[in-house]
């Protein structure tokens, strides 16, 4: 017997498709209606720098690399997807024509040419600053555009809609040109408070908000079907509903369950993401934060987080440095900690929360001679945790207790080096699976796009490991100290310069690159 599309949409063997676009490769997710991945593939694409600072990619590769992704993961799956949902990348800005053919190559988070245009924003009231809800950053949406009115006019008078990179992609699929708040509130032109554009920001950057889409209302909004010419790029049917999608934290944190308030994660792997989802905005929003303060993927609801550089991408060149492998450095952690052991100021790429610093430099300091490499490669480890700590401290209120942290990523299989975080940020760590989450939390809004939320019976929360880590108290009061004397260094060691960023309180100024 022929199936209705209808029917076939509500067939519970049938699947949803997920696309995260991410910096460097795009990851295409085939989801069941049980919550479990049936087939999953990715495809890389360049991201050039051909300036110093700047930091860009053709869309055009964006849209190869999703057809070469997609066909992968539907042949893997062998079902036909019956919804499409989307993450991306957050923050930059891709301009467009009005057709959508982009007028330039996509600028990225990571770029940096906009730090001067960064002025406008310190000129602003502290009212509508603190709308805003987030640091100043130059890889977002509102000073990349104002780069680009000031040093590219005429692609910036050419420019009919300036989209965040997955909305892009979603106006390929569906010839639609919208955003929603998740993506929309890190681009520092949406007043948080209002869930809205901000009309004095976008004044005093001298921008024409009408170049901004539309804000659909949610991120499981169908904003609209797959087009035949999309569909036969990517192998699928025309007509099928593709959601708003969301931002890629916005849409991993819905991936892996981390949605309601009071729960709190931390991902470690190149960088480390803390992320605590919350009810209600504080009151009063301040005007200078230092952690960013986002729309989730949910119908309702923001999530704080805290960003920190220096993680894998530090302990990696720590031991290349040393001549050391991963495995000696793991062994490190289990070494006991003393209070006359070396420090390691681990910030050799600038620091986001809660410094936002990118001039933060690195250093091992306090070394007599009876220090080695398993003692250097052992303070490289506990002052990642300790800048891990400092973010800690400002996601979380005064006093606040999660139980357990959860601890997601690469970068936290070693035991002893569980431990040490454990022990350093007195918290217990539960580790939990979260592999494909941002991809799968994206299938996930395409089958509320699609209407198929009750049709699936499991979403799929992360699992969380039998096996919880808990601080030793024998080591809570030595880490307290030597956090202490860490955190004097690092501020012993900054630039003195009165532009140089604090921490909470401080004068603002020029943040790191920020990502999602």
Known sequence: MTRTPQQQAFDPRSTVLGIDLGTSSVKAVVVRLDGSVAGQASSDYQVSCPLPGWSETSPADWLAATAVAVRAAVAQAGADPSAVGLSGQMHGVVATADDGRPLRPAMLWSDARAVGELEYYRRLPPAVLARLANPLSPGMAGPMLAWLAANEPTTYAATRWALQPKDWLRAELTGRFATEPSDASATLLYDVAGDSWSADVLRALGLDGAKLPPILSR????????????????GLRAGIPVAAGAADTAAAALGSGLTEPGTVQLTIGTGAQIV?????????????????????????????????????????????????????????????????????????????????????????????????????????????????????????????????????????????????????????LAPVEVAA????????????????????????????????????????????????????????????????????????????????
């Open 219 to 234: 991120a499981a909004e169908q904003s609209g079907t797959l087009t035949a010419e999309a569909a036969a790029l990517l």
């Open 276 to 428: 605590k989802p919350v009810a209600t905005l504080p009151d009063p929003l301040p005007a200078r934060p230092v952690t960013h303060l986002y729309r989730a993927a949910t119908d309702t609801g923001w999530y704080t987080m805290g960003a920190v550089l220096n993680v894998g991408l530090t302990l990696g060149w720590v031991c290349r440095i040393l001549g050391a492998g991963w495995q000696e450095l793991y062994a490190a952690a289990a070494i006991a900690p003393r209070m006359d052991d070396p420090y390691f100021l681990p910030h050799l790429n600038g620091e986001r929360t809660p410094y936002l610093d990118p001039g933060l430099r690195g250093a091992w300091t306090g070394l007599d001679p009876r220090h080695g490499r398993p003692q250097l490669l052992r303070a490289a480890l506990e002052g990642v945790a300790f800048a891990i700590r400092d973010a800690l401290d400002h996601v979380l209120e005064p006093g606040e207790q999660v139980a357990p942290l959860r601890l997601a990523g690469g970068g936290t299989a070693d035991p002893a080096w569980r431990q040490m975080l454990a022990d350093i940020l007195g918290h217990a």
């Open 437 to 516: 989450a941002s991809g799968l939390g994206a299938a996930l809004l395409g089958a509320r796009a699609a209407g198929l939320t009750n049709q699936i019976a499991r979403t799929r929360e992360a699992r969380t490991a039998a096996s919880v880590t808990t601080p030793r108290d024998d080591n809570s009061a030595l880490y307290r100290e030597r956090h202490h004397a860490y955190h004097r260094k690092v501020l012993a060691l900054r630039d003195t310069d009165t532009d140089t960023v604090g921490i909470a309180g401080s004068a603002p100024h020029s943040a790191a690159p920020v990502s999602g």
